[in-house]
């Protein structure tokens, strides 16, 4: 993956969904998502906090080559494991609860992606850092974690608050082609999925015919592990 798409991808995105979380109002924040236990102001909580690693991670002296992939960072290991995830759970609960009100999470998270977007508009093509989990990775693979986490994690808010999907074209693209690999355009075709059903369909957020698992699985495709 080109590391300038990918930070497009996740500029596009995360401009979408700070929109979008401006407009919300105070009983919307306590609205429940997909995403049981997190309410609407926790899961966002969740996404900032997901994006606020990459300042240490750039901060922090960069690994001699990078040794996983975004495909292979969703790995079933240890990060996703029932612990993991109820730490995952607290931890973004408790950001929420800290939170002087839903507009104050709101500028928040704007703050932070834009922070992320301007420090990783400045680093090399190549980049590599080092995950939280230890992954020594290509910044723009890294990246396209985070646009997963923002554009699936979008699509929960969107479901939560009764609005439209705002999911943006290039963060779909890349999406689908980090789920489908090469000639992912082509798979997409064969599957007949709009780049909307294709996400909804990928991530578990809307249900698969096994005839659809079937030619799914014949193109290729690479189910992720998700927390």
Not at 23 to 42: D, F, H, I, Q
Not at 61 to 67: F, L, Q
Not at 87 to 109: K, P, V
Not at 203 to 213: K, L, N, S, V
Request: glycine letters at 8%; proline letters at 6%; one cysteine or more.
């Amino acid at each position: 993956m080109d590391q300038g798409r990918a930070v497009e991808a996740f500029r596009l995105e995360a401009g979408q969904l700070a929109q979008a979380m401006n407009g919300v109002s105070r009983a919307e924040w306590c609205l429940p998502t997909r995403c049981v236990p997190w309410t609407v102001s926790e899961l966002l909580a969740h996404v900032r906090m997901v994006i606020a690693w990459l300042p240490g991670m750039l901060a922090a002296p960069a690994p001699n080559r990078a040794e996983v992939s975004a495909v292979g960072y969703y790995r079933p290991d240890d990060r996703f494991a029932p612990d993991t995830n109820a730490a995952r759970i607290s931890l973004a609960q408790d950001h929420a609860a800290q939170q002087l009100s839903g507009s104050a999470l709101a500028a928040g998270f704007g703050a932070t992606w834009r922070e992320v977007d301007r420090l990783c508009r400045a680093e090399p093509d190549g980049r590599v850092v080092r995950t939280r989990h230890g992954d020594p990775m290509l910044l723009s693979e890294f990246l396209l974690t985070r646009v997963v986490e923002v554009a699936v994690h979008g699509l929960d808010l969107a479901d939560a608050l009764g609005r439209e999907p705002w999911l943006t074209p290039q963060a779909a693209d890349v999406v689908r082609d980090l789920l489908l690999g090469p000639g992912s355009t082509t798979a997409l075709e064969k599957l007949g999925w709009s780049r909307l059903l294709f996400l909804r369909k990928a991530t578990g957020r809307a249900p698969i015919t096994q005839e659809e698992a079937t030619e799914a699985d014949r193109l290729g495709i690479h189910w992720l592990t998700l927390g």
